[in-house]
């Protein structure tokens, strides 16, 4: 149907008159957009029966990524592209009057993440696809993703998301896979002649549907799974009185995705979600497998389970429970079996972020999980007494119970075969601060694989131009192999390149520049510098320095008339999680400061600030390709690794950036001269967290012009209430500013400094800009999936 452009227009017209009973003179844009989509999906649904059925014929190993996230996006585009027939379909509704791009527009994003977690489980899908890679995603279909973000006189106020409000075109429910998931209740030991049977009795019983999505693999036919289940009440609960309770119960399962906060802890729904993911995903798993192999002892050459995150560990205690309960399987084997299937990835070293359970709510509600948990905790703790006997503070620390939690990482280290961080440097500081501990036990588990970003929806579909410019110069070869961009360096200093690579970031300034007129009615300069931080708000991001250096700049530009700077557009993105209060502010301190300098008439052709209401994947895809200079200024050590950073690199935005996470090996891979550094190192800020020695406030009182933005924090300098950004001012002043904002003020001033100059140089900015372009092959999520299939999972192409 895809195969010329007047097959595909034939076959358009006749869906959408057989889908909506009218003529095509009559239909309206959401009308096409479910059309086409509904046509994308029945034309690879051969294809994915014979990806599955090839699988299964040559019984290959399966990768399962379990993950609480998947932060998809829109896919109609990127479905088009990697089918390879986005050209035609384009032409085609050109001649029926459609605008591609418009139809395209009518999605929702599925935006079921948080930020970089649930992200990089998306690449990943498209890469596994794209690579051949047999392994498939398994999460929770929730009815609402992440909340809608307003700004409302600088606030921000949250709303329901509602991506299912129209359908979803791309999803298959598929009520005849059910699985029954139990909760609380009692355990029953029954005393046979053989080993011990527990039953599981008087629990409550919750229907878990499977709803599938096909991954399309880019142009290779492969088309995997992502299998989401949503929570719908049992057909086979025991009468246990109020049934209007109970579905609502049941259903609350999988209605909302929760923000990450601080308050997560103790919060039963979500412990719910986490056991729901992964009873459901798992007992799916094991009855496939043993629809094709007579027995379970080969259970770990066959399948590969990755937890993305602790969210998903549950299925280390969940996996010996059917091993031995559901399959009379023996503690020794069902562990090695277990051990060798599972493998698990840090996302953060942030003490707060680290999941703890209070044994006083997971006992209750998972009473069979927590005696296996008891049990794995007791015999590692006399492996531990064993090689460490006496070292009773040793021994404590690294317990998986302890003072009445569960540590949610402890049991995933040594319930799996590996253990990997997401970037040179944080894997660095798991092994030698973080999970020192673990790591002197378990040498071998420990690994690293920096993360990746598909470069098909990152550049391909979302900077087109800059694409086909790049293949006009050296082929298309690096599409199937992006290390090949390299082969673009030598033209960073070809003047006709140079120009080329010019007009297409013009073009996507331009762009991005009409869509804020129309968004916020604020006209923004398109030869200004496009100086952007969009990712999720969190103190040790450090928006807040961001901000204060262009309070700075506005200060100068208000008393020195000597001073000058080039012509900057600072753009913000972020949503702050309901109940950060802290991180809330900063959003209302950042749409302040947009308000106070935007018109004023002394700079406002110098500088201007915006920020993007409801920051999400879509618009993500205009806002990169737009940008001149990408902002990666967290704390050294703090950011795991971050991936936007990647984005922003391949789309030939300059980075400046502390070196943390992934900035490391962008430095690594550009060179000094091609990237802006500054800052603390990880070494001088973790050195400072043990031994002290950090004074904010002295930094307050020597830096003069740091001084007076602090002081504009709470001095009307603002028109605010007062008290307005006290909470700001206290975080560095009073509480010795916890992420040393004041500490790297100077520095980042300076880097500005020369960021500013060296943009006035357009042939020089121009060649940074290509090298970043040329180096970024190596941060293409299929580089990271080749690395997790070969030495992580065993996988290989099917
Ligand atoms: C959660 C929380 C919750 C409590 C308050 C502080 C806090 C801070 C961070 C988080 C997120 C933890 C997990 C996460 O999303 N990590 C991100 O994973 C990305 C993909 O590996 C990586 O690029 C980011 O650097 C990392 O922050």
Not at 669 to 696: D, S
Request: with cysteine.
């Amino acid at each position: 149907m895809f195969s010329t452009k007047d097959a595909f227009k034939q076959q358009f017209l006749e869906k959408y008159e057989i889908m909506y009973g009218k003529s095509f003179e009559e239909s309206t844009l959401p009308e096409l957009y479910n059309t086409l989509g509904q046509m994308v999906r029945e034309y690879v649904s051969h294809a994915w029966i014979e990806t599955n059925e090839r699988n299964r014929a040559n019984h290959k190993k399966q990768t399962y990524y379990f993950s609480i996230e998947f932060l998809l996006g829109r896919l109609l585009g990127s479905n088009l592209l990697n089918l390879g027939v986005q050209d035609v379909v384009e032409a085609g509704l050109k001649e029926l009057g459609v605008d591609l791009r418009e139809v395209e527009e009518q999605e929702v994003d599925a935006g079921l993440g948080n930020g970089g977690l649930g992200r990089l489980a998306a690449c990943f899908l498209d890469s596994l696809a794209s690579l051949s890679l047999p392994g498939h995603g398994v999460g929770i279909r929730y009815k609402h993703g992440l909340f809608d973000q307003r700004i409302i006189d600088g606030y921000q106020v949250e709303l329901p998301e509602q991506w299912l409000r129209n359908g979803n075109v791309w999803e298959i429910r598929k009520a005849s896979q059910s699985i029954e998931v139990k909760f609380g209740g009692d355990i029953q030991v029954s005393y046979g002649n053989g080993p011990l049977m527990f039953h599981h009795i008087n629990a409550e019983t919750v229907t878990a549907v499977p709803y599938d999505m096909p991954v399309i693999g880019y142009e290779n036919k492969t088309i995997n799974t992502l299998r989401l289940w949503s929570a719908e009440p049992s057909q086979f609960r025991p009468d246990k009185g109020d049934v209007m309770k109970y579905k609502r119960e049941t259903e609350a399962i999988s209605e909302f995705l929760y923000p990450d906060d601080s308050h997560i802890e103790g919060k039963i729904l979500r412990l719910k979600q986490q056991y729901f993911l992964v009873s459901a995903g798992l007992k799916n798993i094991v009855r496939t497998y043993l629809k094709n192999n007579d027995h379970l002892s080969d259970f770990h050459n066959k399948v590969a389970i990755h937890i993305n995150d602790t969210h998903p560990v549950l299925a280390i205690p969940e996996l010996m429970r059917i091993l031995m309960d559901e399959h009379g399987m023996g503690w020794e084997e069902a562990w090695h079996i277990t051990t060798n299937t599972i493998s698990y990835t840090n996302h953060t070293t942030l003490s707060e972020a680290l999941e703890k359970w209070p044994i006083s709510i997971f006992k209750p509600l998972l009473p069979r999980i927590y005696m296996i948990v008891e049990e794995i905790n007791e015999r590692y703790c006399r492996g531990l007494w064993d090689k460490y006997t006496g070292d009773w503070k040793r021994i404590e620390e690294m317990a998986i119970i302890a003072h009445g939690v569960i540590k949610m990482a402890h049991l995933a280290i040594v319930g799996s075969h590996s253990v990997n961080g997401v970037a040179k440097i944080h894997t660095d500081i798991l092994k030698e601060r973080e999970m020192k501990l673990f790591y002197d036990y378990y040498p071998t588990k420990f690994n690293n694989k920096t993360n990746g970003i598909t470069h098909r929806r990152w550049l391909i579909k979302a900077n087109p131009e800059l694409a086909r410019t790049i293949s006009e110069a050296i082929g298309d070869k690096w599409i199937a192999k992006p290390e090949h961009l390299s082969a673009l360096l030598p033209f960073a200093n070809d003047a006709g390149f140079k120009q080329k690579a010019y007009e297409v970031k013009y073009q996507n300034k331009l762009a991005f520049a009409r869509q804020i007129k129309q968004l916020t009615g604020i006209a923004i300069d398109e030869h200004s510098i496009f100086d952007v931080q969009v990712k999720r708000l969190h103190a040790y991001k450090r928006q807040l320095l961001n901000i204060l250096h262009i309070m700075y700049l506005y200060n100068r530009l208000q008393e020195d008339s000597n001073f000058s700077i080039t012509p900057h557009t600072f753009i913000f993105g972020a949503k702050a999680s309901p109940g950060y209060y802290y991180a809330k502010k900063i959003i209302k301190l950042i749409n302040t400061l947009a308000a106070k300098i935007n018109d004023d008439p002394k700079t406002k052709d110098l500088l201007k600030v915006i920020f993007v209401e409801n920051y999400r994947v879509s618009l993500a895809e205009t806002i990169i390709p737009a940008a001149d200079v990408s902002e990666q200024i967290s704390t050294a050590s703090k950011e795991a690794s971050g991936t936007g950073n990647m984005k922003f690199m391949m789309n030939g935005a300059v980075t400046l950036g502390t070196m943390d996470g992934a900035n490391v090996e962008i430095h690594e891979e550009v060179g000094p001269g091609n990237i802006f550094t500054f800052g603390l190192t990880a070494e001088q800020v973790l050195a400072y967290q043990r031994n002290g020695g950090y004074r904010a406030i002295e930094y307050y009182h020597h830096d003069q012009s740091l001084n007076q933005v602090i002081n504009q924090l709470i001095n009307g300098f603002f028109p605010v209430p007062a008290h307005e950004f006290e909470t700001i001012y206290d975080s560095l002043l009073v509480q010795n500013d916890e992420y040393f904002v004041l500490k790297d003020f100077g520095t980042y001033v300076r880097a500005h400094e020369k960021v500013g100059e060296a943009y006035r140089n357009r042939d020089q900015w121009l060649e940074k800009s290509i090298i970043n372009i040329a180096k970024s092959g190596r941060f293409s999520s299929d580089r990271t999936i080749q690395e997790y299939a070969d030495e992580i999972w065993g996988i290989t192409r099917s």
